[in-house]
């Protein structure tokens, strides 16, 4: 059986659960739950805004197949977008910790190694505690980013979906473009946005998109507002396009002017180093290597760049777009690019920031948000 608008093939499906399990064996794993509405997604299908009410996937090294137990209202989800042929419910007033209980006793007996997302924000800390009470025959351990390190090498068709966002990315950059004039508001830039990117196929995106006009560069992650654009304000785009949960992201920077000579020189100086950035990252590259080649010359002119060049991204619900708590690029941490991780590389100062999604490939990237110029746009 195959949900009506299934994403990928069942045997997709099937790979990725077989991936978990290989890990879960190496940790000593006798039982999964997963919380997270992106692992869910990720090895299900299964996918519904309505994610705020309790949902848990619970996988064994006995059954081929996960389980999904979730409320009795989102069960048409599963027939809609997964290759599971059921799912377990539980209904307005049901204790959901003792149906999860009840689902894993039926799974497994005796007693074993049971891992928790403990870093997901859609476990609870009461919801834990209980889980751990309920369960005590097993030993809980720490399962965080189990199922999230093996989703950062992507698949070709996830690789095609994000592709899809991307073109849908840059046509709302473009609608923007054209929209930003002096004495129009952000939210008129962000209705032409919306109209685009729906028009283009868009689904409902994990962050809104950001759009800020003059002062409110500063304000980090600054929704769309009432402000009016003015003549001689820089606008900074950061919009997003999603194809079946999976995410691409463009930034772009519009002048209502003429540049400034040091604003030129910062605009040179941001593309000058990500271009470098870009033309470095293949498979085997050290990200802390490829994150100071865009760092070192932006700290020039803007000493406190502490934030991210890059990050890991794809399935997203709100309110996120990625995967950034998994592969981050900064001057910390320092791990390997390998063939197939996606990533939403970003470059920053004086006002002005660009950005692409890009994947990595045998012999470098590909970026798949190609088409819009590399620029500070002038209007």
């Not at 093996?150 to 592709?163: D, F």
């Not at 939210?187 to 028009?199: D, K």
């Not at 002017?257 to 293949?282: H, N």
């Not at 991780?341 to 660009?354: C, T």
Request: aromatic share 8%; charged share 25%; net charge negative.
């Amino acid at each position: 059986m195959t949900g009506n608008v299934q994403a990928f093939s069942t045997e997709e499906f099937r790979g990725r659960v077989r991936n978990v399990k290989a890990n879960m064996e190496k940790q000593g794993l006798d039982v999964l739950l997963i919380h997270s509405p992106e692992n869910i997604y990720y090895l299900t299908g299964h996918q519904t805004s309505g994610y705020f009410a309790y949902q848990v996937l619970v996988v064994t090294q006995e059954h081929e197949d996960p389980t999904l137990l979730l409320r009795y209202l989102e069960r048409g989800n599963v027939d809609e977008y997964s290759w599971l042929d059921d799912a377990e419910t539980w209904r307005e007033g049901d204790n959901v910790i003792d149906r999860t209980a009840e689902v894993v006793n039926s799974l497994h007996d005796g007693p074993g190694n049971l891992g928790l997302e403990k870093r997901c924000w859609f476990l609870t800390a009461l919801a834990a505690e209980q889980i751990v009470a309920g369960l005590g025959r097993f030993t809980v351990k720490d399962a965080s980013y189990l199922v999230d390190r093996i989703r950062v090498a992507k698949s070709p068709a996830e690789i095609g979906y994000i592709r899809e966002a991307g073109a849908i990315a840059e046509i709302e950059q473009r609608a923007s473009q054209a929209t930003i004039n002096p004495g129009i508001t952000e939210a008129t830039v962000a209705a032409a946005v919306l109209n685009a990117g729906v028009g283009a196929g868009c689904e409902y995106t994990g962050l809104p998109h950001h759009i800020m006009s003059g002062y409110r560069y500063n304000v980090c992650h600054a929704n769309w507002g009432p402000k009016l654009i003015e003549r001689g304000e820089l606008v900074f785009t950061e919009l997003y396009g999603c194809r079946e949960r999976y995410h691409a992201t463009q930034m772009r920077t519009v002048l209502l002017g003429e540049p400034a000579d040091k604003l030129r020189e910062a605009v040179d100086l941001v593309i000058a180093s990500q271009d470098a950035q870009l033309a470095a990252m293949k498979a085997g590259a050290s990200s802390v290597e490829i994150d100071a080649l865009v760092r070192a010359p932006i700290r020039k002119i803007r000493p406190d760049y502490f934030n991210r060049s890059g990050y890991s991204t794809g399935i997203g619900f709100p309110p996120r777009t990625a995967e950034w708590d998994v592969l981050d690029f900064n001057e910390q941490e320092d791990w390997e690019l390998k063939e197939g991780m996606v990533f939403h590389m970003l470059a920053l100062a004086e006002g002005f920031g660009i950005s692409e999604t890009v994947v990595v490939t045998e012999t470098g990237i590909e970026r798949l948000t190609p088409s819009n110029p590399r620029e500070l746009i002038l209007k």
